[in-house]
């Protein structure tokens, strides 16, 4: 799929971003329209910007997410088609032998952990769930392997219930963004939640975490080619030379 190229027209300038007249520090409105106003830009970077792993169905989805901790979206769609193919329905992951799930997902790491989920989460399913895969986050939290980050990618693809994803990037962008000074996911989740409606929660996750993927790095953001350097309070935490960035952007594809 073509990624629209984040790179600017012009070299990117310093933001300048609304303060409170006590100080350095956005007022709340001035964060809110600050905040909302990045969505809108990575809304209009992004436009393909999607649930990067591949599924059909919701257990589809929560075991491709339990695959992917630890691991690139990449990887786990290597691997989820041949898993897939074997293990159709709950009941079937609560019978599966042990051995040969560890097989086909030795390569996304961590293969012991993740398949004693994945029978785990079969048997539960099963045992407390008719076999489906609940639409409720306070459900989906008692599965095993299943914990906020995970119940908010099945919630938000699979159901269409809104819901924020707070993986590495996302956190790393909305601390650069200074919308929260947390690291703790579940307060993440919450003070970024009330920056925006809950409609678009689960999109700005996705372009969040796009654009973590291909511009705004951990190591060295591309600030000097990044679409929103404008209005990023975090402008210049990377090399601002509009050549030197460019050389930075990843295009993937990351699935
Ligand atoms: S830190 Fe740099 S790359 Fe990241 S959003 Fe801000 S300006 Fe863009």
């Known amino acids: 799929m073509a990624i629209p190229s984040p790179v600017p027209q012009e070299p990117a300038a310093p933001p300048a971003p609304e303060t409170s007249a006590a100080g350095g520090k956005p007022s709340a409105p001035a964060l809110v329209r600050r905040a909302r106003k990045i969505n809108r ?4 970077l992004y436009p393909d910007a999607h649930c990067e792993l591949d599924f059909a169905t919701p257990l589809e989805l929560l075991v491709a997410t339990i695959l992917s901790a630890q691991c690139t979206d990449k990887r786990v769609n290597m691997v989820t088609p041949i898993l897939f193919a074997k293990y159709q329905s709950a009941a079937d992951y609560a019978a599966a032998d042990r051995a040969e799930v560890e097989q086909i ?3 996304t790491g961590f293969f012991r952990a993740k398949t004693t989920s994945i029978i785990g989460l079969g048997q539960a399913l099963c045992e407390r769930f008719g076999g ?6 306070k459900d989906l939290v008692t599965l095993p392997g299943v914990g906020r980050k995970t119940a908010n990618v099945v919630l938000g693809n699979a159901f269409g219930v809104p819901g924020i994803t707070v993986d590495t990037h996302f956190g790393r962008l909305a601390r650069r963004f200074g919308w929260t000074t947390l ?3 579940d307060k993440v989740e919450q003070e970024v939640g ?7 929660w689960t999109m700005l996750s996705h372009r969040l975490i796009w654009h973590g993927r291909r511009v705004c790095h951990s190591r060295r953001p591309a600030c000097g080619a990044c679409g929103i350097a404008r209005l990023c309070p975090s402008f210049g935490e990377g090399p601002t030379d509009p050549a030197q960035a ?3 952007v990843k295009t ?3 699935s």
Do not use: H, M, T, Y
């Open 246 to 248: 460019a050389k930075l």
């Open 183 to 185: 690291d703790d996911p």
């Open 132 to 137: 489906e895969v609940p639409s409720r986050l």
């Open 105 to 107: 997902i030795q390569s």
């Open 41 to 44: 830009e990575l809304a209009a």
């Open 194 to 200: 009330s920056l925006f409606p809950k409609s678009e």
């Open 252 to 254: 993937g594809p990351f």
